[in-house]
């Protein structure tokens, strides 16, 4: 799509734009909306991260947004701050993007990040505003927050809408200047009518411009996690079926992804999903329906979570019955982002089987072309190679977690002299069987009957 840029017109002040966090989704969103041609400040909480943004360095992996970001804090047109007075003082339009974390020991939101950020703004507004709320939030925050709003500062007008953010990381930039679809919620007309001159740009390319309540905005975006959570715990069930009974997941998933009702996207059979958002969102709106009293009506997504969480164990069974013990044996584990293109660790599936296997006596050896500075960050105690072949030197058993392009394109050869033993879990299911197994490898795969099991019975190659 074309990015159309926001060109100033005579006399007509264009909109400034604040960014309330800047983590991965305000800092993206903070540099796209630059990109646009608009006037943006991005405001952190966090000292650290405003400095190192405001010199163009951008604290996470996210293909495409530094450029964007050195680009636009060089030329003035995004900045900076931790500033609420600077920020309520400077906007028209202020975007809500903090964290809405899972609280501890408990499936619930953590809503302090988003009523602190959203009510300290709120306080120090000077003129008339929108509130854009982007941030994952229980159904019933906005109208919530949107009264407290009208408390603490009853001098201006602010109106506050949802806006929720549906971009993918590792697409974050993509995503954001054309997105799939835009959903706002709430807000007068006149409101509505300003974030329609924000995403010019990608109205003029047709993207649909979903107008509704503030509740249905925030579903929508809960409900579109809950169904990708649904759809890969979905497949990987029938991947506990066919490791029993025989059969590859791989063909089951493409035949029944050729019905059009269906598709074959997010019915990849593995390790399951991680990350900042499912896991948690899922958990979140179960606790919320709970809490209107709606006890049942989300239970099936408990089912979601175990089947998912189920996938990791299975991994770290699979590799006990390799090594027959994990005492003192060598263990690579290829990738340890939550998924590929991204060094997002948050609920990282691979990370979480490294520290179980690494708990269980094993001798860890972890590579991440992105992702190993916040794996040792979270889990120090593992041992972080310099590079691939570091990893895989000496090891009695190869696991691939996150499918980065250099693990899937890795053939045999490259391993064989480097390893200990020819063993490997495919926990992604995407290298090619036949060829590893012909190469003279214990291969193993999440939704295949183990090899071990085969040659028990007889009947394995
Ligand atoms: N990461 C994604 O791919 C993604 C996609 C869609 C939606 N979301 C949603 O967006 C929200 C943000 O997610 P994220 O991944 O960017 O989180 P994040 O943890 O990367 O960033 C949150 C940022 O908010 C800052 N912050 C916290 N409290 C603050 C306050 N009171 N004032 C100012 N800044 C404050 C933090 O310092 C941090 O930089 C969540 O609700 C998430 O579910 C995320």
């Not at 992702?371 to 960050?377: D, I, P, W, Y």
Request: hydrophobic share 45%; aromatic share 6%; with cysteine.
């Amino acid at each position: 799509m074309e990015i159309v840029a926001v060109i100033p017109q005579e006399g007509i002040m264009p909109l400034r734009i604040t960014v309330i966090g800047t983590g991965y989704l305000g800092a993206t969103h903070a540099a796209c909306m630059a990109e646009l041609g608009f006037e943006v400040l991005g405001l952190d909480a966090d000292p650290k991260k405003v400095e190192q943004l405001s010199a163009g360095i951008l604290p996470f992996h996210e293909p495409g947004l530094p450029e964007l970001l050195r680009e636009h804090t060089s030329s003035g047109r995004l900045r900076f701050t931790t500033s609420y007075e600077e920020a309520g003082a400077w906007g028209d339009v202020h975007f809500i993007a903090v964290g809405t974390p899972q609280k501890a020991g408990d499936h619930a939101a953590d809503m302090t990040y988003v009523d602190n950020a959203t009510l300290s703004l709120a306080r120090c507004i000077t003129k008339d505003a929108l509130i854009v709320g982007k941030s994952t939030v229980p159904v019933g925050t906005a109208r919530r927050l949107r009264e407290l709003v009208a408390q603490v500062n009853p001098d201006v007008s602010i109106d506050l809408l949802w806006n929720p953010e549906f971009l993918r990381e590792g697409f974050a930039v993509k995503d954001t200047l054309t997105p799939d679809r835009l959903v706002v919620g709430g807000g007068t007309p006149e409101a509505v009518a300003v974030l329609r001159e924000v995403y010019a740009s990608a109205l003029a390319s047709d993207t649909p411009f979903i107008v509704t309540d503030l509740e249905t905005a925030e579903l929508v975006k809960v409900a579109a996690n809950a169904f990708l959570a649904t759809k890969i715990s979905f497949i990987n069930a029938f991947a506990e079926v066919t490791e029993h009974v025989g059969g590859d997941i791989r063909t089951l998933a493409d035949a029944i992804g050729l019905d059009k009702r269906i598709g074959r996207r997010f019915l990849n059979a593995g390790v399951g999903f991680g990350g900042g958002c499912l896991p948690k969102d899922i958990r979140a709106l179960q606790a919320r329906v709970s809490e209107l009293g709606l006890d049942r009506t989300m239970r099936f997504l408990s089912e979601v979570d175990e089947i998912n969480l189920r996938r990791r164990e299975r991994v770290v069974h699979l590799a006990t019955e390799i090594l027959h013990e994990l005492d003192g044996r060598k263990i690579t584990v290829l990738g340890v982002a939550f998924k590929p293109n991204s060094d997002d660790v948050r609920d990282s599936p691979a990370l979480d089987v490294a520290a179980q296997l690494f708990n269980a006596g094993a001798d860890v050896s972890i590579y991440d072309p992105e992702a190993m500075n916040n794996a040792r960050l979270r889990f120090p105690r593992l041992n972080y190679a310099e590079s691939l072949d570091e990893a895989l030197d000496g090891s009695h058993l190869t696991i691939l977690l996150t499918e980065w392009q250099e693990f899937v394109q890795l053939k045999p050869s490259h391993l064989e002299h480097l390893v200990e033993s020819k063993a490997l879990i495919d926990g992604r299911n995407v290298l090619d069987h036949d060829e590893w197994i012909e190469s003279g490898w214990h291969f193993e795969s999440l939704g295949r009957r183990s090899e071990l099991v085969l040659t028990e019975a007889g009947s394995g190659s």
